[in-house]
């Protein structure tokens, strides 16, 4: 190859005479050694892409360790004419390494392996990669040589200009003076020439940058740009990997530039056709694995692999306001700006799976919470008419003491009347004794109109309205309304009131009707009785964290069956009674958030306990 240059990357002071491989520990197969020739930098982003992928495909699920020397053909910046010394060098080098394979990435690699492997590497095979296809027209293959070309796509990339450029007359394709900038343009003119012409076809070739520039600024709209490569320019300055022509010829540009170079599309430019490098690259790593496992080179065929990719940079038609409808079909579009919810379907769709089933959830909850509310209210409006039942037959029972407590004040009133009236006909009433007799019937009238309020309050139909309240208040107001009756039944009340018993929150009435309920049953209970046992125990006191209402007789009790069937609806052991009475009393005190129980006392008779929590607890 003319005007080739050679260099190798060598550690400084190193006595290459002596290299030797590591020895392998007993049993332990011999790693894959394999020499791996590059063109130019290894960053240049078309050796990145492709040597990556190459190397992936290498050591994926490989049977033995794979050992990669690298070498690099730089033809770009270091003088010619010193290549047999290079090739002595690498003899030297390799003299004592057992090399399995080599790998040439580029037309110049290839070249360089196939003049000196028979010195270097005697009967290694080679497998080259990154010659673009048609570069080896009347090349004659070495024995032990096989490989993969990259198809190039000129063409392609040629109509692709075209579609985005309706009506374009001339395109403008710009190359280097470097000998691989002019062996790609040849190859490009090569397929060009077989193709049919469509547009006009104009060179910006050998030019220095500033010249290039130039000219692509004064480009007209009726044109398009195909940018080749440009390693040197005409002035002799080489651009590394960092500092290539394209960007500054994109932003230059005032119509649209292509390029059938892959490793180019992330520089600027609209796109083009051309293969995808790290596609190449494994493809190559899969056939040098074939190679190092065994099969003979010779029997593999070289082929261009894998097809060219139409790519378009989104950016890039923002760029040049070019509509996207103007992108061939084949060609596909990317760094689109993507609504996120294409960005993140699968995300949005879980997304909105979860709010679909919590939103089913909450509609669950809000009705179930409805249903009980309203389950809660006929629960309440049900209470409240048993309650009203329960009270009207309480109330029935206690008929004699009710009778008794009205009869009082109004017999009072009547005898208070019967000796004013006397002492009126007798002329002996003066205004003082008058006076005292007014205020009798005054404070008599006062008590039975009291009497008539705790009954009606008592009897009334009532809403649940639960207050804070003092227990024994509300037990001492409860028993006013029994005592008459316990009177006359011969039983004993003996109230005991604990002072430290918590306020609660409960409904005045309904907490006095349970009391009553449970002071008339067992009064009931000891009714036979002998006199000295007819007593009934009601005592307050504090428990935990809340009150107790403690009422206990000395009567009969209850037998095992009835225990368990107590507070269950109807339950009586009465013969003329509803067996409501129990039950009320439990829904009652449930409503109030406590609880009721029952336990046989000793030696006999019965033990209700009522625990309600204290205000706030």
């Known amino acids: 190859m003319a005007g080739l240059v050679a260099t190798c990357l060598l550690l400084a002071g190193t006595p290459m005479a002596h290299a030797q491989p590591l020895p392998e520990a007993a049993g332990t197969p011999a790693p894959w050694r394999i020499v791996l020739i590059r063109s130019w930098d290894a960053l240049y982003a078309m050796n990145i892409a492709r040597e990556q992928a190459l190397r992936d495909a290498l050591t994926e699920k490989a049977p033995r360790l794979v050992e990669i020397y690298t070498e690099e053909i730089d033809s770009l910046r270091v003088r010619s004419g010193i290549e047999p010394e290079f090739g002595a060098l690498l003899k030297n080098k390799y003299r004592d390494i057992p090399v399995d394979l080599v790998i040439a990435s580029g037309i110049e690699p290839l070249e360089f392996a196939t003049r000196y492997r028979d ?3 005697p009967g290694v095979p080679i497998v080259f990669n990154g010659v673009i296809d048609g570069a080896l027209e009347g090349w004659r293959r070495p024995k032990s040589t096989t490989g993969v070309t990259m198809a190039f796509d000129m063409v392609g990339t040629i109509a692709l200009g075209l579609a985005v450029v309706p009506g374009a007359r001339r395109a403008y394709v710009i190359s280097g003076s470097s000998p691989f900038d002019r062996h790609f343009l040849d190859i490009a003119l090569r397929q060009l020439r077989k193709g049919e012409r469509r547009v006009e076809m104009r060179y910006i070739v050998g030019a220095t940058r500033d010249e290039t520039m130039q000219r692509v600024e004064e480009l007209d709209r009726n044109s398009f740009v195909v940018y080749l490569s440009m390693l040197r320019d005409g002035a002799g300055r080489v651009w590394g990997p960092g500092a290539t022509a394209l960007p500054e010829v994109v932003a230059r540009s005032s119509v649209p530039v292509v390029t059938p170079v892959q490793s180019q ?3 600027g430019p609209l796109g083009g056709s051309s293969v995808r490098l790290d596609a190449h690259g494994r493809a190559a790593g899969l056939l040098a694995r074939r190679v190092l496992e065994g099969e003979n080179a010779d029997g593999i065929d070289v082929r261009a692999t894998p097809e060219p990719v139409c790519e378009v940079n989104w950016n890039a038609l923002q760029r040049w306001n070019i509509p996207e409808r103007s992108v061939p079909a084949r060609c596909e579009i990317v760094n689109r ?4 919810w294409r960005a993140y379907s699968w995300q949005f769709a879980a997304l909105f799976a979860i709010i679909l089933l919590q939103a089913l959830l909450l509609w669950s909850l809000v009705m179930q919470s409805r249903r ?3 389950a809660e209210a006929e629960l309440q409006a049900r209470g409240a008419q ?23 004040p109004m017999g009072a009133i009547l005898s208070n009347a019967e000796a004013a009236q006397m002492m009126l006909e007798q002329g002996v009433l003066d205004p003082g004794t008058l006076r005292e007799i007014l ?14 309020k705790r009954l009606r309050k008592l009897l009334a139909r009532h809403e649940w309205n639960p207050v804070a309240l003092e227990v024994n208040s509300e037990v001492a107001e409860a028993l006013r309304h029994v005592a008459f009756d316990a009177a006359r039944r011969g039983v004993k009340l003996a109230p005991v009131f604990d002072p430290a018993t918590p306020v609660i929150l409960a409904d005045s009435v309904n907490l006095q009707q349970v009391i009553i309920n449970l002071v008339v049953n067992a009064m009931e209970a000891v009714a036979g009785a002998p006199s000295a046992e007819r007593e009934v125990r009601i005592q307050t006191r504090s428990v935990g964290n809340g009150a107790e209402i403690v009422v206990a007789d000395r009567g009969p009790g209850l037998s095992q069956d009835d225990e368990a069937r107590l507070f269950q609806e109807p339950f009586t ?3 003329d009674g509803m067996g409501l009475g129990l039950s009320i009393v439990r829904t009652i005190v449930e409503m109030s958030r406590g609880t009721v129980s029952y336990e046989s006392n000793i030696p006999h008779g019965a033990i209700f306990r009522v625990r309600i929590p204290a205000l706030g607890a």
């Open 119 to 121: 010195d270097i590497w």
């Open 265 to 267: 599309w992330t520089r």
């Open 337 to 340: 700006p993507q609504m996120l």
């Open 372 to 374: 009980r509310r309203r």
């Open 386 to 408: 048993l309650a009203q039942v329960a009270r009207l037959s309480t109330i029935g029972a206690l008929t004699a003491s009710i009778a008794h407590e009205i009869n009082q």
């Open 439 to 452: 205020s009798d019937i005054r404070n008599e009238d006062l008590r039975a109109s009291e009497v008539i």
């Open 573 to 575: 052991s009465k013969k």
